[in-house]
């Protein structure tokens, strides 16, 4: 039997984002390995990081929630994924660490290191080992999927992400979401890249990584975009198609074209 990924995480199916994030901020640091001796505690740290993996990004969640951990690693049909196209099923990268790290972003985020107040209290400049030189997060790249007519017409995104920002008292951070606005312009392709300067988490000797998104096209149901050509694919009985008819195909600026099949069959 597969992982409860809401289990794993000590929450219940209605749990929010920000209860995600502190399910896993909780247990992740009770279970780091560094702390937990326990022979089990390596898979219960990998359990968790696969767990927050999945619960803490909207697509993943999506299938998860409405699939289950099937739909999620053995994939869905493209028909049935609406707003999400997943055509290959999820596979953990293995990696607890990197969650870990993308997580907290310091060196030493355990429980020691927070105030009262539940705030992350973070190393002063240079660390208890002397680090002092800066180093620059590896940026983070995430897709952004469009729908044809966007990609046509152009259109506004706006996208929240959460990230550490350090505090005034320069020892402390706190988690606060920020609102990225991406105007869509017409003509944009798949792979299109929109990078966001610095806008990663925020620390002592970090400089904060760029948040990269890149353009990916939704499933139409009437249109496959191929480089600057629309292709249009339609079942058209043998009857009409000897005898004669007009086809009639909606353009993606909403202009009715009437296309007689004498002109499209040989």
């Given at each position: 039997?597969?992982?409860?990924?809401?289990?794993?995480?000590?929450?219940?199916?209605?749990?929010?984002?920000?209860?995600?994030?502190?399910?896993?901020?909780?247990?992740?640091?009770?279970?780091?390995?560094?702390?937990?001796?326990?022979?089990?505690?390596?898979?219960?740290?990998?359990?968790?990081?696969?767990?927050?993996?999945?619960?803490?990004?909207?697509?993943?969640?999506?299938?998860?929630?409405?699939?289950?951990?099937?739909?999620?690693?053995?994939?869905?049909?493209?028909?049935?994924?609406?707003?999400?196209?997943?055509?290959?099923?999820?596979?953990?990268?293995?990696?607890?660490?990197?969650?870990?790290?993308?997580?907290?972003?310091?060196?030493?985020?355990?429980?020691e290191f927070f105030a009262e107040d539940g705030s992350e209290v973070l190393l002063p400049f240079g660390g208890p080992r002397?680090?002092?030189?800066?180093?620059?997060?590896?940026?983070?790249?995430?897709?952004?999927?469009?729908?044809?007519?966007?990609?046509?017409h152009g259109c506004t995104k706006k996208i929240k992400i959460s990230r550490r920002v350090m505090n005034e008292d320069g020892q402390t951070s706190t988690i606060r979401d920020k609102i990225l606005t991406?105007?869509?312009?017409?003509?944009?392709?798949?792979?299109?890249?929109?990078?966001?300067?610095?806008?990663?988490?925020?620390?002592?000797?970090?400089?904060?990584?760029?948040?990269?998104?890149?353009?990916?096209?939704?499933?139409?149901?009437?249109?496959?975009?191929?480089?600057?050509?629309?292709?249009?694919?339609?079942?058209?009985?043998?009857?009409?198609?000897?005898?004669?008819?007009?086809?009639?195909?909606?353009?993606?600026?909403?202009?009715?074209?009437?296309?007689?099949?004498?002109?499209?069959?040989?």
């Amino acid at each position: 039997m597969g992982l409860d990924y809401y289990a794993v995480l000590e929450l219940d199916r209605g749990a929010t984002s920000d209860d995600i994030k502190k399910a896993y901020r909780k247990l992740a640091l009770k279970f780091h390995p560094l702390k937990c001796k326990e022979p089990w505690g390596p898979k219960r740290f990998r359990q968790l990081a696969e767990a927050y993996d999945v619960l803490s990004d909207p697509m993943k969640k999506g299938i998860y929630d409405k699939f289950g951990e099937e739909g999620l690693k053995g994939g869905i049909p493209l028909e049935l994924a609406s707003d999400n196209p997943w055509s290959v099923g999820y596979v953990f990268h293995n990696n607890p660490e990197k969650v870990f790290r993308e997580f907290f972003g310091g060196d030493n985020p355990f429980a020691e290191f927070f105030a009262e107040d539940g705030s992350e209290v973070l190393l002063p400049f240079g660390g208890p080992r002397g680090r002092g030189a800066l180093r620059r997060d590896p940026p983070i790249v995430r897709d952004l999927y469009v729908s044809l007519e966007d990609l046509f017409h152009g259109c506004t995104k706006k996208i929240k992400i959460s990230r550490r920002v350090m505090n005034e008292d320069g020892q402390t951070s706190t988690i606060r979401d920020k609102i990225l606005t991406i105007d869509v312009q017409p003509g944009w392709k798949r792979g299109t890249r929109i990078t966001f300067e610095k806008e990663g988490d925020q620390g002592p000797n970090i400089i904060p990584a760029d948040i990269t998104f890149v353009v990916q096209e939704k499933l139409h149901p009437r249109f496959k975009r191929i480089d600057n050509n629309l292709l249009y694919v339609a079942t058209i009985p043998l009857s009409k198609a000897l005898t004669g008819c007009t086809l009639d195909v909606w353009t993606l600026d909403g202009r009715l074209l009437n296309i007689p099949i004498n002109d499209i069959v040989e």
